[in-house]
């Protein structure tokens, strides 16, 4: 069975600092990693998705790495602002549609 | 915008009654999901369909009823609720094709069973 682990459950920061966001797997066989941003209260937003055969994708200030055989993905965020701040979820899909959730960072970016 | 769209965004009902969850994407999808999330637990998946067929169900009690009529729709009937049902519930969509099956996710109904 599936376990999704993220690292730290909270993270405060200074507005401008780069940071990173941890996400561990068990199961190395992997269909896709998936990263959202979740503001309270609201739905899911899709950040970056990585396929098994992909080793990182990026957008703006977000890069998102994949290393399926130690079974970790991390998030980085360059140049954090207070709009940055929301709870940051990992999903990761063994097979085709089924996703295991970690349970979160909620991340604080300070003015 | 996901393109995800669920309603009512907030439903408060008692455990007698039955009510029903709606979803709708106009993504062109052909995989829905139901999603429960309470507080200070991960999203657990509760049903997929794909193509209109059930595939998933994860060992959801039978008080909760998924129905998907079509591709774009998606339905989740609550009747007989005990109080720690009440979560947010999320419905998500994707494609099949591919080895993408990025998830798209609504805004989901904060339901509360009194």
């Known amino acids: 069975k599936q376990e999704v682990t993220q690292i730290p459950a909270a993270l405060s920061v200074p507005e401008g600092e780069n940071l990173v966001l941890n996400c561990s797997f068990t199961d190395s066989a992997i269909y896709n990693l998936q990263w959202f941003r979740q503001d309270p209260g609201k739905g899911l937003t899709s950040l970056l998705l990585?396929?098994?055969?992909?080793r990182e994708q990026t957008s703006g200030r977000l890069n998102a790495s994949l290393d399926k055989s130690s079974g970790r993905s991390t998030l980085y965020i360059a140049a954090s602002q207070p709009g940055d701040s929301a709870t940051y979820l990992c999903?990761?899909?063994?097979?085709?549609?089924?996703?295991?959730f970690g349970d979160g960072t909620t991340l604080t970016v300070k003015p | 915008e996901t393109g995800v769209t669920q309603t009512p965004r907030h439903l408060v009902m008692g455990m007698t009654n039955k009510k029903s969850l709606k979803c709708e994407q106009h993504l062109g999808h052909n995989a829905m999901y139901w999603y429960k999330q309470s507080a200070k637990k991960p999203l657990e998946l509760m049903f997929v369909?794909?193509?209109?067929?059930?595939?998933e169900n994860n060992s959801v009690p039978s008080r909760f009823s998924p129905e998907c009529p079509n591709s774009s729709h998606l339905f989740l009937h609550l009747h007989t609720l005990q109080p720690e049902d009440s979560a947010l519930y999320l419905c998500a969509s994707s494609r099949t094709s591919g080895s993408s099956y990025e998830q798209y996710f609504g805004p989901g109904t904060r339901l509360t069973v009194t």
């Open positions: 369909y794909s193509l209109e067929e059930r595939v």
């Open positions: 990585i396929q098994s055969s992909q």
């Open positions: 999903a990761v899909a063994t097979n085709a549609g089924k996703s295991t």
